[in-house]
């Protein structure tokens, strides 16, 4: 069983800081792809930023700038730094990754829970 939890959620004022982590667990034989995701009340899920097993990240654009995504290959961990957060970055943050439960070059998708990033005065 793979599991994705996230953590580091919470309510912030505008031009304040988080940094969401997502820990991956479970069996499995490896991580490609690592990534964020994100949802807004009354908007479709979009993607934010993504990292390689290799450290090559690509951002969206509505991210680049205040997010910095990372991740820490030894212990399944990928980070999401948030800086000068804005009230349109409200949003379910769900951490995403490609992962392979066998040895092999393919590998399933997986998604967290969830955590939520509320930005207001």
């Known amino acids: 069983q793979v599991e994705l939890v996230e953590s580091g959620g919470g309510s912030v004022q505008p031009g304040g800081s988080l940094r969401l982590s997502c820990s991956a667990s479970g069996s499995f034989s490896g991580i490609d792809d690592m990534g964020w995701y994100r949802q807004a009340p009354g908007k479709q899920c979009e993607p934010v930023a993504r990292?390689?097993?290799?450290?090559?990240?690509d951002y969206a654009d509505s991210a680049k700038g205040r997010f910095t995504i990372s991740r820490d290959n030894a212990m399944n961990l990928v980070y999401l730094q948030i800086d000068n957060l804005q009230p349109e970055d409200t949003a379910v943050y769900f951490c995403h990754a490609a992962i392979r439960i066998k040895d092999g070059p393919f590998s399933n998708p997986y998604w967290g829970q969830g955590t939520q990033v509320t930005v207001s005065s």
């Open positions: 990292i390689s097993s290799g450290g090559s990240t």
